[in-house]
């Protein structure tokens, strides 16, 4: 009997040292960055990205631009309450960036964004230069000596 009780004992503080294995796992993939996927196409006026975001609010969610480099972050709250395990764990949530490097620069001031039905929509009206207008110099005529 004594000799069931060790085993008994050990079989339980192995299933707890795993269990808080398993929990320390899930507390990492929560912490870890996850990669945003994207879409990214161009018009005859601006380059546009779409983004799959389900799940998140637009609250939780920041893009910036500076030049040519649009960066998307965020974050992707679990809302499982109930205790349990999971079977299969495909779903990232926690943290997520995305840096996309655009071949041309934008005009940041007209840039619009929209999230609907979980898809993010950034569209980046393309930056008009300024085009150098011909100028005509006048040449100075200095008289010989």
């Given amino acids: ?5 060790k085993i008994y004992a050990a079989f339980k503080k ?26 990214i196409y161009q018009t005859d006026k601006e380059f546009i990205i779409q983004a799959p975001i389900a799940g998140v609010k637009k609250e939780d969610i920041e893009v910036s631009v500076e030049e040519n480099i649009v960066k998307i972050s965020g974050e992707r709250k ?6 349990g395990e999971f079977l299969i764990k495909e779903c990232h949530f926690g943290p997520f960036s995305r840096e996309v490097f655009l071949p041309e620069k934008v005009s940041a001031e007209k840039i619009k964004a929209k999230l609907e039905n979980g898809i993010l929509e950034i569209r ?12 005509k110099i006048e040449i100075e005529e200095i008289p010989e000596e």
Avoid: A, H
């Fill in 1 to 5: 009997m004594n000799f069931l009780k």
């Fill in 14 to 39: 192995r299933e707890l040292k795993e269990k808080e294995e398993e929990k320390d796992i899930f507390l990492e993939e929560e912490k870890e960055k996850g990669t945003l996927v994207v879409d």
């Fill in 78 to 83: 679990r809302k499982i309450k109930e205790k």
């Fill in 124 to 135: 980046l009206p393309f930056l008009k230069e300024k085009k150098e207008e011909s100028l």
